[in-house]
């Protein structure tokens, strides 16, 4: 079982070789296991690495299977594991380097892969039956045509034939190779005579070609058939154009003849239409698209991981490593992608359980496992999912809430909704961003659940009259109302829970549509609670079902993730993934009672603060959160703000930059704002880290501009206002406003950053840090987030902290001071995650199964603070943090050292009565009182807000 995790995001960037010199910096930080990012062969250039084209090769960017070796000898060395992060939902298509996508396009449903994919081969448009519809074109396909974009390629070693479209390749069938082939061509008449004997065996080739079984043969002797005579064909005309130059001429000129006739009398159109494919203009994807996707992401296609020949295929390598010991936990990517999660997770353990000979009576996982999964707040992960937990957003947003003062609501709201001019209800923005990407992006999905409704309908005679029209619209409104991601039925049995979400979100579509038909909205109810079956056979009511489940999610991700939280920025630290803006922070007590259900339910889960998903960094959300505790001098900056730099917006009022923008920008601002004064090179970095992440969020937001239909004037409006405002020549009064404002609420966002990084690395479950997060990161969306780290910095910056805490009689106090002081560099963020983990380290049974206890405080500024104890048998550990601190800071000079002389903690009497706090090393004393005993740790919190107190259990 992890202490700790580290997440590496590996790419050419960053290789295993690097990696291998760290990782002695890694176990000097206090960390167990490196938890690597998809590091099997992706497409080339992957900056992240789930664009997986084979499962079964490490990606030769990041490294050789020799690096791979090393980095795993050297992870051995220091008795550190590893954890990698693997993609069972989907594959990169498109391109040329995905053969098992490349045998589909050349062989259709003939090919052995072809139920590898999740493409639906008969779909209601009859010309897309038993064909796959691919949307790569930048244009209309007869547009593409007529301006002859489309090359007719031959592999003269291979004797193969392939269409190109700039990168991407499309193999071409090999049974209509007769039409590139021509043998009854002018040209070859007048080179060869009759009875040639290269014309008679190209003849011979030529027919042999033709008679291959057709692309749709499924029955198994036909495709294998197809599948070993198409090559040995191949290798015959490879072998016939190696010997004769003349047969190389003549392909070549038949290959150049399919560029002369453009449009859709040439020859490329004609031999194009006998495909298994259907070039398309992307924009067509969302109302056509025939095959499932990650998302809206048209080059990545979903897979059949149900299958047992998909899961054996795509499993093996990874399998292999957790046999040979080379890597000990998993991280499994989308896990709302799979058809069937819970029977998936099963499998895998079973799977594993019998590679490593191990005895899964308790149905535990064998291995780490853990799954990405966003659980609502108020939402419970079933705990019939055989795996650890999560990967920990839930957690990242408890302990963001802890930070967020809720009597502030009321007031931002006002703020907000008097800076942008209107009322914004984020409810409402869901639903209607949720409508809109199914209608859509997501448009063809929906389609092909509405017609599979429609087929059971037309079984019963009570049902048979509602129309496909009907039955499109009430899908698409209980999906736009559903408030989770996805339900997970897969038998007869509905959980209570999923129950409970199909009744609400029913209930609430029949709300919204007033005079509709309600008895479709029964109709569906009945099929999702597989309560049709009557009517209708249950398995064909649940391949329904669990087809619905699979199209929820995605739906929510967008609407939710990638669109209403890009729209509702009344506070953006709440606009996180998994996060909901409509739960105004977390009380104390609302963390203590998720920190203890977790120690219950999922006591290794995966705790995170940042990730590579992270729409802004823990560090960033933390300095923003100090918004809610001044919301009325915010109202006041942003007045101000706004006055200073109307004169930045451009005149074009196409290109002005919208008021809910312009609001998103400020906090941005002031999440990021850089801690040291930035040379012009640095300046000019930050700036376009800026307007790469606005036009991302812009886009996302989908209301000014959009990845579909990018507005240029708009994004250039935004560009030039955010260049403006970071020009000293141009907004020297806004720049030095702002500063000021910045300088006053900067300490409190980097102490909250520091005590959500304890919290972190002592709340029930397993810690990861996201590279790089052992110091201040000021990140924002992807691909800000996964910049290189300065490993090298970094591992200079931990020894120097080392040495000077191990000097002979070092004085804490003092270097915490010092620390303090130069708040700045990060230091002090270092010094509080080295020396917790490795405490950690020290008590590992303490973390892994130690109890939670709650802990009362007492004194004038109690309310800023939180506690809570962890114990086992032989330790008891009390951690302290501040909250909600900036009045405190203000009234203080900068140091709230005097508001701390009379706290106390209450606890209880068979707590130890010495203590040590781990960063101060304070050594302090607990007084009875009756029923409890008081510990004041005012003389530790003088010295640093923070405390871990180690006790050892029965010393009193």
């Given at each position: 079982?992890?202490?700790?995790?580290?997440?590496?995001?590996?790419?050419?960037?960053?290789?295993?070789?690097?990696?291998?010199?760290?990782?002695?910096?890694?176990?000097?930080?206090?960390?167990?296991?490196?938890?690597?990012?998809?590091?099997?062969?992706?497409?080339?250039?992957?900056?992240?690495?789930?664009?997986?084209?084979?499962?079964?090769?490490?990606?030769?960017?990041?490294?050789?299977?020799?690096?791979?070796?090393?980095?795993?000898?050297?992870?051995?060395?220091?008795?550190?594991?590893?954890?990698?992060?693997?993609?069972?939902?989907?594959?990169?298509?498109?391109?040329?380097?995905?053969?098992?996508?490349?045998?589909?396009?050349?062989?259709?449903?003939?090919?052995?892969?072809?139920?590898?994919?999740?493409?639906?081969?008969?779909?209601?448009?009859?010309?897309?039956?038993?064909?796959?519809?691919?949307?790569?074109?930048?244009?209309?396909?007869?547009?593409?045509?007529?301006?002859?974009?489309?090359?007719?390629?031959?592999?003269?070693?291979?004797?193969?034939?392939?269409?190109?479209?700039?990168?991407?390749?499309?193999?071409?069938?090999?049974?209509?190779?007769?039409?590139?082939?021509?043998?009854?061509?002018?040209?070859?008449?007048?080179?060869?005579?009759?009875?040639?004997?290269?014309?008679?065996?190209?003849?011979?080739?030529?027919?042999?070609?033709?008679?291959?079984?057709?692309?749709?043969?499924?029955?198994?002797?036909?495709?294998?058939?197809?599948?070993?005579?198409?090559?040995?064909?191949?290798?015959?005309?490879?072998?016939?154009?190696?010997?004769?130059?003349?047969?190389?001429?003549?392909?070549?000129?038949?290959?150049?003849?399919?560029?002369?006739?453009?449009?859709?009398?040439?020859?490329?159109?004609?031999?194009?239409?006998?495909?298994?494919?259907?070039?398309?203009?992307?924009?067509?994807?969302?109302?056509?698209?025939?095959?499932?996707?990650?998302?809206?992401?048209?080059?990545?296609?979903?897979?059949?991981?149900?299958?047992?020949?998909?899961?054996?295929?795509?499993?093996?390598?990874?399998?292999?490593?957790?046999?040979?010991?080379?890597?000990?936990?998993?991280?499994?990517?989308?896990?709302?992608?799979?058809?069937?999660?819970?029977?998936?997770?099963?499998?895998?353990?079973?799977?594993?359980?019998?590679?490593?000979?191990?005895?899964?009576?308790?149905?535990?996982?064998?291995?780490?496992?853990?799954?990405?999964?966003?659980?609502?707040?108020?939402?419970?992960?079933?705990?019939?999912?055989?795996?650890?937990?999560?990967?920990?957003?839930?957690?990242?947003?408890?302990?963001?809430?802890?930070?967020?003062?809720?009597?502030?609501?009321?007031?931002?709201?006002?703020?907000?909704?008097?800076?942008?001019?209107?009322?914004?209800?984020?409810?409402?923005?869901?639903?209607?961003?949720?409508?809109?990407?199914?209608?859509?992006?997501?448009?063809?999905?929906?389609?092909?659940?509405?017609?599979?409704?429609?087929?059971?309908?037309?079984?019963?005679?009570?049902?048979?009259?509602?129309?496909?029209?009907?039955?499109?619209?009430?899908?698409?409104?209980?999906?736009?109302?559903?408030?989770?991601?996805?339900?997970?039925?897969?038998?007869?049995?509905?959980?209570?829970?999923?129950?409970?979400?199909?009744?609400?979100?029913?209930?609430?579509?029949?709300?919204?549509?007033?005079?509709?038909?309600?008895?479709?909205?029964?109709?569906?109810?009945?099929?999702?609670?597989?309560?049709?079956?009557?009517?209708?056979?249950?398995?064909?009511?649940?391949?329904?079902?669990?087809?619905?489940?699979?199209?929820?999610?995605?739906?929510?991700?967008?609407?939710?993730?990638?669109?209403?939280?890009?729209?509702?920025?009344?506070?953006?630290?709440?606009?996180?993934?998994?996060?909901?803006?409509?739960?105004?922070?977390?009380?104390?007590?609302?963390?203590?009672?998720?920190?203890?259900?977790?120690?219950?339910?999922?006591?290794?889960?995966?705790?995170?603060?940042?990730?590579?998903?992270?729409?802004?960094?823990?560090?960033?959300?933390?300095?923003?959160?100090?918004?809610?505790?001044?919301?009325?001098?915010?109202?006041?900056?942003?007045?101000?703000?706004?006055?200073?730099?109307?004169?930045?917006?451009?005149?074009?009022?196409?290109?002005?930059?919208?008021?809910?923008?312009?609001?998103?920008?400020?906090?941005?601002?002031?999440?990021?704002?850089?801690?040291?004064?930035?040379?012009?090179?640095?300046?000019?970095?930050?700036?376009?880290?800026?307007?790469?992440?606005?036009?991302?969020?812009?886009?996302?937001?989908?209301?000014?501009?959009?990845?579909?239909?990018?507005?240029?004037?708009?994004?250039?409006?935004?560009?030039?206002?955010?260049?403006?405002?970071?020009?000293?020549?141009?907004?020297?009064?806004?720049?030095?406003?702002?500063?000021?404002?910045?300088?006053?609420?900067?300490?409190?966002?980097?102490?909250?950053?520091?005590?959500?990084?304890?919290?972190?690395?002592?709340?029930?479950?397993v810690p990861d840090i996201y590279q790089g997060h052992e110091l201040w990161q000021f990140t924002l969306v992807d691909p800000d987030?996964?910049?290189?780290?300065?490993?090298?910095?970094?591992?200079?910056?931990?020894?120097?902290?080392?040495?000077?805490?191990?000097?002979?009689?070092?004085?804490?106090?003092?270097?915490?001071?010092?620390?303090?002081?130069?708040?700045?560099?990060?230091?002090?963020?270092?010094?509080?995650?080295?020396?917790?983990?490795?405490?950690?380290?020290?008590?590992?049974?303490?973390?892994?199964?130690?109890?939670?206890?709650?802990?009362?405080?007492?004194?004038?500024?109690?309310?800023?603070?939180?506690?809570?104890?962890?114990?086992?048998?032989?330790?008891?550990?009390?951690?302290?943090?501040?909250?909600?601190?900036?009045?405190?800071?203000?009234?203080?000079?900068?140091?709230?050292?005097?508001?701390?002389?009379?706290?106390?903690?209450?606890?209880?009497?068979?707590?130890?009565?010495?203590?040590?706090?781990?960063?101060?090393?304070?050594?302090?004393?607990?007084?009875?009182?009756?029923?409890?005993?008081?510990?004041?740790?005012?003389?530790?919190?003088?010295?640093?807000?923070?405390?871990?107190?180690?006790?050892?259990?029965?010393?009193?």
């Open positions: 079982m992890p202490v700790s995790t580290y997440r590496l995001q590996f790419n050419k960037q960053f290789t295993f070789a690097e990696a291998t010199q760290f990782v002695s910096y890694l176990h000097q930080l206090g960390i167990s296991h490196c938890y690597a990012s998809p590091y099997l062969k992706a497409r080339p250039g992957s900056n992240h690495g789930y664009d997986i084209v084979d499962h079964n090769q490490l990606n030769p960017e990041i490294g050789s299977e020799a690096d791979f070796e090393a980095l795993i000898a050297e992870l051995r060395q220091y008795g550190m594991g590893l954890i990698t992060d693997i993609v069972p939902n989907h594959m990169a298509i498109m391109g040329s380097d995905n053969i098992w996508w490349l045998d589909v396009l050349e062989n259709g449903q003939a090919s052995y892969y072809a139920s590898f994919f999740d493409i639906d081969w008969q779909p209601v448009k009859k010309t897309l039956q038993h064909k796959i519809l691919l949307p790569v074109l930048g244009s209309h396909y007869g547009n593409i045509l007529e301006q002859q974009e489309l090359t007719l390629s031959f592999d003269v070693e291979q004797g193969e034939f392939s269409i190109y479209y700039y990168q991407h390749r499309f193999p071409v069938d090999p049974q209509t190779y007769p039409l590139i082939l021509s043998s009854q061509h002018e040209w070859l008449s007048n080179e060869f005579a009759a009875d040639d004997p290269v014309f008679l065996e190209y003849q011979s080739i030529e027919n042999s070609f033709s008679k291959l079984p057709l692309r749709t043969e499924t029955k198994e002797e036909k495709t294998e058939e197809r599948k070993r005579d198409k090559e040995v064909f191949k290798k015959h005309l490879a072998r016939l154009c190696a010997d004769n130059p003349a047969i190389i001429r003549f392909i070549s000129f038949r290959t150049a003849e399919f560029k002369r006739v453009a449009g859709e009398n040439g020859q490329m159109h004609a031999l194009l239409e006998q495909q298994v494919y259907r070039l398309a203009y992307w924009r067509v994807a969302g109302d056509e698209i025939n095959y499932r996707r990650f998302f809206d992401i048209n080059d990545l296609a979903g897979l059949r991981i149900d299958d047992e020949k998909v899961f054996e295929a795509t499993h093996r390598f990874i399998l292999s490593l957790i046999e040979q010991g080379k890597t000990q936990g998993l991280r499994i990517d989308h896990a709302d992608g799979l058809y069937d999660p819970v029977a998936y997770y099963q499998r895998l353990n079973q799977k594993i359980t019998a590679l490593l000979n191990l005895n899964d009576d308790q149905g535990l996982p064998p291995i780490y496992i853990v799954a990405e999964k966003i659980v609502a707040n108020y939402e419970y992960l079933s705990s019939n999912w055989p795996i650890h937990g999560t990967t920990g957003y839930e957690f990242a947003n408890i302990v963001n809430g802890v930070f967020i003062d809720g009597v502030a609501e009321k007031p931002l709201l006002h703020c907000y909704t008097r800076f942008i001019g209107h009322w914004q209800d984020f409810e409402e923005l869901v639903y209607l961003a949720k409508k809109h990407v199914m209608n859509t992006a997501l448009a063809s999905e929906l389609n092909v659940l509405a017609n599979q409704l429609t087929r059971i309908a037309d079984v019963s005679s009570k049902t048979r009259d509602y129309t496909l029209n009907a039955l499109r619209n009430a899908l698409l409104e209980v999906v736009a109302c559903f408030p989770v991601y996805r339900t997970y039925i897969n038998s007869q049995t509905v959980s209570k829970e999923d129950s409970q979400y199909i009744n609400w979100a029913v209930t609430q579509a029949m709300h919204r549509v007033g005079s509709a038909d309600k008895n479709v909205f029964s109709f569906i109810r009945d099929i999702l609670l597989l309560d049709h079956g009557k009517v209708v056979p249950v398995k064909d009511l649940l391949k329904f079902v669990m087809k619905f489940q699979q199209y929820t999610a995605p739906v929510m991700a967008k609407g939710h993730e990638d669109t209403a939280l890009y729209q509702y920025n009344r506070l953006i630290s709440l606009n996180e993934v998994g996060g909901d803006p409509r739960r105004f922070g977390y009380s104390v007590n609302a963390f203590h009672h998720f920190n203890q259900e977790r120690l219950k339910k999922w006591p290794h889960t995966l705790l995170c603060l940042s990730t590579h998903d992270s729409k802004h960094s823990a560090d960033v959300r933390a300095r923003i959160n100090v918004l809610s505790e001044i919301p009325a001098q915010w109202a006041d900056a942003i007045r101000r703000w706004r006055q200073m730099n109307k004169p930045q917006k451009t005149k074009n009022k196409r290109a002005v930059i919208a008021r809910n923008d312009e609001y998103l920008l400020y906090q941005v601002l002031i999440g990021t704002w850089p801690l040291k004064n930035l040379d012009d090179s640095a300046r000019s970095e930050y700036r376009q880290r800026l307007q790469n992440y606005m036009i991302k969020a812009v886009r996302e937001a989908k209301v000014h501009t959009s990845w579909l239909d990018p507005s240029e004037d708009y994004e250039q409006g935004v560009m030039l206002f955010i260049e403006h405002c970071l020009d000293n020549n141009i907004s020297q009064r806004f720049l030095q406003d702002f500063c000021e404002f910045e300088a006053r609420i900067r300490k409190p966002g980097l102490y909250n950053a520091l005590a959500q990084t304890l919290l972190h690395l002592t709340a029930p479950g987030n996964r910049r290189p780290i300065d490993f090298n910095e970094n591992s200079r910056l931990l020894i120097a902290l080392d040495t000077a805490l191990a000097l002979p009689g070092c004085n804490r106090a003092r270097l915490i001071e010092s620390l303090l002081h130069n708040m700045d560099n990060g230091l002090i963020k270092l010094f509080v995650v080295l020396q917790t983990l490795r405490f950690r380290h020290q008590y590992p049974a303490l973390f892994k199964s130690g109890d939670y206890l709650k802990i009362n405080i007492h004194g004038t500024a109690s309310d800023h603070l939180l506690a809570f104890a962890r114990k086992d048998r032989e330790q008891f550990v009390i951690i302290v943090v501040p909250r909600l601190i900036t009045q405190l800071l203000n009234n203080q000079c900068g140091e709230p050292s005097s508001v701390w002389e009379d706290i106390w903690l209450e606890l209880p009497n068979q707590a130890p009565s010495l203590y040590l706090e781990l960063f101060s090393q304070t050594r302090l004393a607990t007084e009875p009182a009756g029923d409890y005993v008081q510990f004041f740790i005012g003389d530790s919190l003088k010295i640093f807000n923070l405390g871990l107190f180690s006790g050892t259990a029965g010393d009193n």
